[in-house]
């Protein structure tokens, strides 16, 4: 069995404070192992960007474990969280949010130039990614002169051009029709899968959502299976 890249721990968050306060995860327990796509089905409003943005080390919960790779945080500094993130994690959200006046290419090498990847390493590493997920042909096209899911799939290999343990995606189909929803989702389901990553993904599609390999749900606070 894989190893577990994510574990939520007894996780309890809320906003506020006393007769204002809104209880958002209470107790709430997850893991997530290499190579396994777990989806986050809930209505709005239920927690699901949080749950995401605390496995991110966005945001710390009032109480409660996460590790991340078997490394728990909950007594780092901001320092070393933010250096744990980034070594460990890749961040897909429902806008592309790739930078306009770079080709595709070059949003997928700079986040490892910045991380000190040598350029001539990172562009070999960026044209695998782009070749994995169907847009190397567009490499040196610009944002503006992708398609939709061009664009979100040019998202997904900036996010997991670092080799990330762990993928974290936000309603990354979320703006698309649903065949380029289906294609992308494909490709994100191929670098799961090529790069044994661990992935957790939110969405309001369900036909999605049934070809993770678990769907969880979240009610009142906790992180429960659920069957679609």
């Known amino acids: 069995m894989s190893e577990i890249h994510l574990k939520l721990?007894?996780?309890?968050?809320?906003?506020g404070q006393g007769d204002t306060s809104v209880?958002?995860?209470?107790?709430?327990d997850l893991e997530v192992r290499g190579g396994e796509m777990v989806a986050i089905?809930?209505?709005?409003?239920?927690?699901k960007s949080t749950l995401l943005h605390i496995s991110g080390l966005l945001?710390?919960?009032?109480s409660g474990e996460v590790e991340i790779v078997g490394t728990p945080t909950s007594k780092l500094n901001e320092r070393g969280r933010t250096m744990l993130r980034r070594d460990t994690i890749g961040y897909v959200y429902q806008f592309h949010h790739l930078?306009?006046?770079?080709?595709?290419?070059?949003n997928v090498v700079l986040p490892q130039m910045i991380r000190g990847v040598d350029k001539a390493d990172a562009e070999k590493r960026g044209h695998e990614l782009l070749?994995?997920?169907?847009?190397?042909?567009?490499?040196?096209?610009?944002?503006?002169?992708?398609?939709?899911?061009?664009?979100?799939?040019?998202?997904?290999?900036?996010?997991?051009?670092?080799?990330?343990?762990i993928i974290l995606a936000d309603e990354p189909t979320g703006n698309l029709d649903p065949a380029t929803s289906d294609m992308v989702f494909q490709a994100l389901t191929g670098l799961i899968q090529e790069e044994g990553?661990?992935?957790?993904?939110?969405?309001?599609?369900?036909?999605?959502a049934r070809r993770a390999d678990r769907i969880v749900t979240l009610r009142d606070g906790k992180v429960e299976t659920m069957t679609l």
């Open 9 to 15: 721990d007894k996780v309890h968050r809320q906003y």
């Open 23 to 28: 209880r958002v995860l209470e107790d709430a």
């Open 41 to 47: 089905v809930a209505p709005s409003g239920a927690g």
């Open 59 to 62: 945001e710390r919960p009032q």
């Open 99 to 106: 930078l306009p006046e770079f080709s595709a290419l070059e």
């Open 131 to 165: 070749e994995l997920l169907g847009v190397g042909p567009r490499a040196l096209h610009r944002p503006a002169e992708l398609s939709g899911g061009e664009q979100q799939r040019v998202a997904i290999a900036r996010a997991a051009a670092n080799h990330p343990r």
């Open 197 to 208: 990553v661990a992935a957790l993904i939110a969405t309001h599609n369900h036909d999605l």
